[in-house]
């Protein structure tokens, strides 16, 4: 017994040791990407700032970094910058949370009824091919210059890629899964709780992070054509100014908005679904890189 005792006790730390390997390897590697990414964010902004000029363009064509860091500053003391982009922030965030909400809804719904499915869908698809900037003067006419035109429109373009990720995925659920839970006596709300609704949530994070990017242009797309607050209304403001400097800083922000709410649904989901391996920088880290 001693003996093998003994014997056993160096194979822990080797199994440490295998497990510990692509660990690090992901951790070095991720610090490596990192600087790469940062690398090549101050070789872009370098060039933003001192290209232009060396090639002779003017600045109303693409000003300098410095140029639209200084418009930056002039907007937030005299055009209430800060006050136009909580106002876009605020839309993008409730049009993005009706549209996913009503998107799930739909989703399940359909994916739960074919008869629901066969009679709905057409009617769903023509809203979806109908061009959404068409929509936003009329929906100017409807509610006047407020905020619901600009939410209205991002329902709109959010709802769809929400409801066919949640319809796909209740579609392709194993049947034999479901029978074997009505053979169990389960009811349709046993069902759908610890079936469908699970199985779905993979498909209805990637809707949601696509949903997420299409909120702004939503939102920007209702502001563009009858608005007088919001980053949009900034945006056409400096295009009647000729300022290209103020359409530069206005659309920094409105990448800026996008990417929060993307990352914001990331974070969801990684709390959501924890459970779900995750691969970074190509390499598969359910091994000892989870977190």
Same mark, same amino acid.
């Given at each position: 017994?001693?003996?093998?005792?003994?014997?056993?006790?160096?194979?822990?730390?080797?199994?440490?040791?295998?497990?510990?390997?692509?660990?690090?390897?992901?951790?070095?590697?991720?610090?490596?990407?990192?600087?790469?990414?940062?690398?090549?964010?101050?070789?872009?902004?370098?060039?933003?700032?001192?290209?232009?000029?060396?090639?002779?363009?003017?600045?109303?064509? +693409?000003?300098?970094?410095?140029?639209?860091?200084?418009?930056?500053?002039?907007?937030?003391?005299?055009?209430?910058?800060?006050?136009?982009?909580?106002?876009?922030?605020?839309?993008?965030?409730?049009?993005?949370?009706?549209? $996913?909400?009503?998107?799930?809804?739909?989703?399940?719904?359909?994916?739960? $009824?074919?008869?629901?499915?066969?009679?709905?869908?057409?009617?769903?698809?023509?809203?979806?091919?109908?061009?959404?900037?068409?929509?936003?003067?009329?929906?100017?006419?409807?509610?006047?210059?407020?905020?619901?035109?600009? +939410?209205?429109?991002?329902?709109?373009?959010?709802?769809?890629?929400?409801?066919?990720?949640?319809?796909?995925?209740?579609?392709?659920?194993?049947?034999?899964?479901?029978?074997?839970?009505?053979?169990?006596?389960?009811?349709?709300?046993?069902?759908?709780?610890?079936?469908?609704?699970?199985?779905?949530?993979?498909?209805?994070?990637?809707?949601?992070?696509?949903?997420?990017?299409?909120?702004?242009?939503?939102?920007?797309?209702?502001?563009?054509?009858?608005?007088?607050?919001?980053?949009?209304?900034?945006?056409?403001?400096?295009?009647?100014?000729?300022?290209?400097?103020?359409?530069?800083?206005?659309?920094?922000?409105?990448?800026?908005?996008?990417?929060?709410?993307?990352?914001?649904?990331?974070?969801?989901?990684?709390? +959501?679904?924890?459970?779900?391996?995750?691969?970074?920088?190509?390499?598969?880290?359910?091994?000892?890189?989870?977190?």
């Amino acid at each position: 017994m001693t003996m093998t005792r003994t014997e056993a006790a160096p194979a822990r730390p080797a199994a440490q040791a295998a497990t510990a390997g692509p660990t690090m390897a992901v951790q070095l590697l991720g610090r490596r990407e990192s600087w790469v990414s940062l690398l090549f964010l101050l070789v872009f902004l370098a060039a933003w700032q001192w290209l232009p000029g060396a090639l002779g363009m003017p600045e109303f064509i +693409i000003p300098s970094l410095s140029t639209v860091m200084a418009e930056f500053a002039r907007m937030l003391e005299t055009e209430r910058l800060l006050f136009h982009t909580g106002i876009t922030a605020a839309e993008v965030v409730v049009g993005f949370a009706i549209g $996913s909400l009503l998107g799930m809804f739909i989703g399940y719904m359909l994916g739960m $009824s074919p008869t629901a499915e066969f009679v709905l869908s057409p009617y769903i698809l023509a809203l979806q091919i109908a061009p959404k900037v068409a929509f936003a003067p009329l929906f100017v006419m409807w509610f006047g210059y407020t905020a619901y035109p600009k +939410i209205v429109v991002a329902v709109l373009i959010v709802f769809f890629p929400v409801m066919i990720n949640v319809l796909g995925s209740v579609r392709t659920i194993d049947p034999q899964m479901i029978n074997l839970a009505r053979s169990f006596s389960a009811s349709r709300w046993q069902i759908f709780r610890m079936i469908e609704f699970p199985a779905s949530m993979p498909p209805l994070f990637a809707g949601l992070r696509i949903g997420s990017t299409l909120a702004v242009i939503g939102v920007v797309v209702g502001e563009l054509v009858g608005g007088n607050t919001g980053l949009g209304y900034l945006l056409v403001f400096g295009e009647g100014q000729a300022n290209t400097a103020m359409v530069f800083v206005t659309i920094i922000l409105l990448t800026l908005i996008g990417i929060i709410a993307y990352v914001a649904v990331i974070l969801l989901e990684r709390r +959501i679904l924890h459970y779900m391996p995750r691969r970074k920088f190509g390499i598969d880290t359910d091994q000892g890189g989870k977190s």
